[in-house]
């Protein structure tokens, strides 16, 4: 159901790749809900993925862009306010990558240019977009911009490795550049700490199926979908949510509030059941 939420707002949404991707997912509702937006990934990643696909059923145009490079921020950004016809009113950066963890390098054997390739991808791309954006004045008054994060900004998580450490920057810098902005413009900065979801970046995580399965465990609630998140979204991108800044809002079922649940407990005590079996 759609309840008309963007109508005539326009927007920028980073990182679709296919319809796995929660960046997919916020494209649509934001189509339905009357936006209008300009579609943007790295050239590398238009050639693997669909985004014309998603293109033609939003009507929406492509700007490739490289989110670390600043000429090409200013390119998108600009390009977008001339396809837009004036200032954009809502942002999504839904960016992500690790070369050590694409490696299989664990934490304590990092490759430290790709670990400085992870933080200029994941993270800095997102202070990047703000800056670009705050040089160009391209964000309207009472905007909104929003990251998607993860709760290992917090909590260690086997396996996320040094993607941790980008989630933590991320969310720095949207209390910074909220600040910042809040004060100047009105404009709204924050992250979602959303559920591990089975996109095309997630399911390179080692053991994706397992965490994903944790999550689920320990959420009362079950985690949170792609679409789920997309909703989620929509909302801080309205005129809902205008008070809503400098947060880290977690989207996740309840799990960053668990310490353990009934259905984990049963989970450990079949599996510490089976391992003392196995001992005898």
Request: a neutral charge; proline letters at 2%.
């Amino acid at each position: 159901m759609a309840y008309n939420l963007l109508k005539g707002k326009k927007g920028i949404i980073f990182g679709a790749l296919n319809d796995m991707s929660i960046a997919w997912k916020v494209a649509e509702r934001a189509h339905e809900e009357g936006a209008e937006f300009v579609l943007t990934n790295t050239p590398v990643a238009l050639r693997l993925g669909t985004l014309n696909e998603l293109a033609e059923k939003c009507s929406a145009q492509i700007i490739p862009s490289d989110a670390t490079n600043l000429d090409d921020l200013e390119k998108l950004i600009s390009g977008a306010m001339e396809i837009l016809g004036g200032k954009i009113d809502f942002i999504l950066h839904s960016i992500g990558m690790s070369p050590n963890v694409r490696k299989g390098l664990p934490y304590d054997r990092l490759n430290y240019d790709y670990y400085q390739k992870t933080l200029d991808i994941s993270a800095l791309s997102f202070h990047k977009v703000l800056l670009v954006c705050r040089k160009l004045d391209a964000i309207s008054d009472w905007g909104s911009v929003v990251a998607l994060s993860y709760v290992a900004a917090q909590r260690t998580l086997y396996g996320y490795n040094d993607m941790a450490d980008a989630k933590s920057l991320l969310e720095s810098i949207a209390r910074s550049f909220g600040y910042i902005y809040g004060r100047d413009k009105k404009i709204r900065v924050n992250t979602i700490s959303q559920s591990p979801t089975m996109t095309t970046a997630g399911s390179g995580v080692k053991g994706i199926d397992r965490l994903l399965d944790f999550s689920d465990r320990m959420s009362p609630l079950g985690n949170a979908t792609a679409l789920e998140c997309a909703d989620y979204c929509i909302t801080l991108f309205s005129d809902l949510t205008r008070k809503v800044t400098m947060q880290n809002l977690f989207h996740d079922g309840g799990f960053s509030s668990m310490g353990m649940s009934l259905r984990a407990m049963t989970q450990y005590d079949k599996s510490f059941r089976d391992c003392m079996g196995d001992g005898d």
